[in-house]
T-cell receptor
Framework: GQQLNQSPQSMFIQEGEDVSMNCTSS?????WLWYKQDPGEGPVLLIA?????ELTSNGRLTAQFGITRKDSFLNISASIPSDVGIYFC???????????FGTGTQLKVEL | GAVVSQHPSWVICKSGTSVKIECRSL??????MFWYRQFPKQSLMLMAT?????????EQGVEKDKFLINHASLTLSTLTVTSAHPEDSSFYIC????????????FGDGTRLSIL
């Protein structure tokens, strides 16, 4: 099935640094979602975006819905060790419709 | 707290056994639930859409007779892996929600299935 292109694939950063990752698609989505997955667990919703151009924050996390509706980015400010995990973007075309997931970005934080 | 509950969290069984996994929405009604499969170091791949009161919709390449889905109530969907074999070993995750505008999908904690 289709997957969204997510970059970078992995990143190894120092504690306290800011992190940026993005997600691109060849087709339009009406909703963009960002999830974090820890090993052996299901994804946990971080931020949901419903409108093109929307910029939304959740604590140290900020995400934006691209104006073309074909991309989104997620920023994490002042990273801490518990930010370690895999981050997935997901696009949705309408309410009740299935999600298309990105390939994932693995974040590792060095103390 | 969790809004989607999945059970069991881990199953180990012999080849040829059928395994049932439950997915429950805890504080909302879900006419639609989704079942995903995830292999190590890979993303989630949608297997099927579970529809309350009607047949599930399977993604291309997913055997409907192998992966039986029953969505008998507005809060429960089950996935049964029939006659499981080692190649069926994987991490299975369900999600619910997203049925209305501005209502995101939430995921269960997943079920680790290991077939010996």
């Amino acid at each position: 099935g289709q997957q969204l292109n997510q970059s970078p694939q992995s990143m190894f950063i120092q504690e306290g640094e800011d992190v940026s990752m993005n997600c691109t698609s060849s087709s339009i989505f009406n909703t963009w979602l960002w999830y974090k997955q820890d090993p052996g667990e299901g994804p946990v919703l971080l931020i949901a975006l419903y409108k093109a151009g929307e910029l939304t924050s959740n604590g140290r996390l900020t995400a934006q819905f691209g104006i073309t509706r074909k991309d989104s980015f997620l920023n994490i400010s002042a990273s801490i060790p518990s930010d370690v995990g895999i981050y997935f973007c997901a696009g949705q075309r309408g309410g009740g419709n299935k999600l298309t997931f990105g390939t994932g970005t693995q974040l590792k934080v060095e103390l | 707290g969790a809004v989607v509950s999945q059970h069991p969290s881990w199953v180990i069984c012999k080849s040829g056994t059928s395994v049932k996994i439950e997915c429950r929405s805890l504080d909302f009604q879900a006419t639609t639930m989704f079942w995903y499969r995830q292999f190590p170091k890979q993303s989630l791949m949608l297997m099927a859409t579970s529809n309350e009161g009607s047949k599930a919709t399977y993604e291309q390449g997913v055997e409907k007779d192998k992966f039986l889905i029953n969505h008998a109530s507005l809060t429960l969907s089950t996935l049964t892996v029939t006659s499981a074999h080692p190649e069926d070993s994987s991490f299975y995750i369900c999600s619910a929600g997203g049925g209305q505008a501005n209502q995101p999908q939430h995921f269960g904690d997943g079920t680790r299935l290991s077939i010996l």
